[in-house]
């Protein structure tokens, strides 16, 4: 499989590219893998169709990314450890993968833990009928759209990220910038989400709830989002310090299994250059 046999299309909308032309069962050449990085870095979101994986192909896959881990939330019995299945399906009376089939909220990856997720990657094993599509909010040009006054009145801030079960937070909550620097591409991005940001370090509860609010819609804007309508052998990658995603909800009479990969990333940095009197 050579370079020249693949071809990126982008989506068209605010952020994605589509890659044709590679098979993921096969070893990718440096010369390829470095396209798919590049690709990938400007886009924030890469996918591939009519895959045929299987797991050992998805972690070899992910490797050329990053080091792909167990998911925090362990899932005993798998047979490669690097898998989690995200999954409303119950064998046995017990679910067989995490989420369920229910809406969820826009957010980054991890963004609860210290180091939270850099690159996930989800393959599409069934999917249902309808529902179930996710979607993609760029957060680069969230933080590039808003207007010079908010941009100062943010740039030192901090956030509390919290997830909605108390079981899953580290002893210490995390705390990040409000605006991080994406440590690869060195773009701003707005760092805030609705599932996961509990409220803005130092501002009174409502003065804190309310910017927190307006940063939220501004940056769920349709004209900053992408949707994807997955179909079963999509191979879905996305930038965790650059995009936040939400999930449909689904029919839960309809089955949807996804395998996922997860990587990690340093601890978001922000940026005190730009706005040192802010
Ligand atoms: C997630 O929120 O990480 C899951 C996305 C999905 O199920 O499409």
């Not at 998911?71 to 019995?77: A, G, I, L, N, T």
């Not at 899953?168 to 591409?185: K, L, R």
């Amino acid at each position: 499989m050579t370079t020249q046999d693949m071809q990126l299309i982008l989506t068209g909308g605010a952020l994605g590219v589509e890659v044709r032309g590679l098979d993921l069962r096969n070893a990718l050449s440096a010369e390829t893998v470095h396209h798919l990085r590049a690709a990938f870095l400007d886009h924030g979101v890469l996918f591939l169709r009519d895959q045929q994986l299987s797991e050992v192909d998805q972690v070899r896959f992910s490797r050329y990314f990053g080091d792909p881990v167990p998911h925090v939330r362990e899932q005993p019995d798998r047979p490669i450890p690097e898998i989690f299945i995200i999954s409303n399906v119950e064998e046995k009376g017990r679910p067989i993968g995490a989420l369920g089939n229910e809406e969820i909220k826009f957010h980054s990856d991890l963004s609860y833990m210290p180091r939270p997720g850099s690159i996930s990657m989800l393959y599409a094993v069934e999917v249902p009928e309808a529902g179930g599509d996710t979607m993609w909010a760029n957060l680069y040009t969230a933080y590039e759209t808003l207007d010079e006054q908010t941009k100062t009145r943010i740039a030192r801030l901090r956030a509390i990220h919290k997830h909605p079960r108390p079981q899953q937070n580290p002893p210490v909550p995390a705390s990040h910038p409000v605006v991080c620097v994406h440590p690869e591409t060195g773009r701003k991005v707005l760092y805030v989400s609705p599932h996961l940001t509990s409220h803005i370090e130092g501002l009174g509860a409502e003065e804190g709830q309310v910017l927190l609010n307006r940063l939220i819609t501004h940056a769920t804007q349709p004209r900053f989002v992408w949707t994807h309508r997955w179909r079963v052998g999509d191979l879905l990658m996305w930038d965790n310090r650059c995009t936040m995603h939400r999930r449909e909800s689904f029919d839960n009479t309809q089955r949807r299994i996804m395998k996922r990969t997860q990587m990690f990333g340093d601890e978001p940095k922000g940026d005190l250059v730009t706005h040192p009197t802010a």
